[in-house]
Nanobody, 122 residues
Framework: QVQLVESGGGVVHPGESLRLSCQASGLSVGTYAWAWFRQGPGRKREGVVCIGTDNATYYEEVAKGRFFISRDNAKNTVYLHMHNLNPEDTAVYYC????????????????WGQGTLVTVSE
């Protein structure tokens, strides 16, 4: 049974950093493309970043230079490193897995985590 569990969310002040983790079981992180999505209060879910099985990445403009995706295959974990956070980054963040080799921030992801809440506030 596939399970993705996000962790690492919390409350931070603007300008601070967080690292989110997505611990996977039932599948191998290294054989999937991965993405992070987020959904802010009263907003639609939006893609943030994805990484292919070859480690090629795609970042949405809002994440460029601030957010970084990585994976540790030995730990079967995917990470989202977030820096210089601002209040507009407040959202529930979700990791998602796609069996395709290449990544894109579309609707094709087969597995999703339950989400972890990031709150950026003064």
């Amino acid at each position: 049974q596939v399970q993705l569990v996000e962790s690492g969310g919390g409350v931070v002040h603007p300008g601070e950093s967080l690292r989110l983790s997505c611990q996977a079981s039932g599948l191998s992180v290294g054989t999937y493309a991965w993405a992070w999505f987020r959904q802010g209060p009263g907003r639609k879910r939006e893609g943030v970043v994805c990484i292919g099985t070859d480690n090629a990445t795609y970042y949405e403009e809002v994440a460029k230079g601030r957010f970084f995706i990585s994976r540790d295959n030995a730990k079967n974990t995917v990470y989202l490193h977030m820096h210089n956070l601002n209040p507009e980054d407040t959202a529930v963040y979700y990791c998602a897995a796609d069996s395709d080799f290449y990544c894109s921030l579309g609707p094709q992801f087969q597995y999703w985590g339950q989400g972890t809440l990031v709150t950026v506030s003064e």
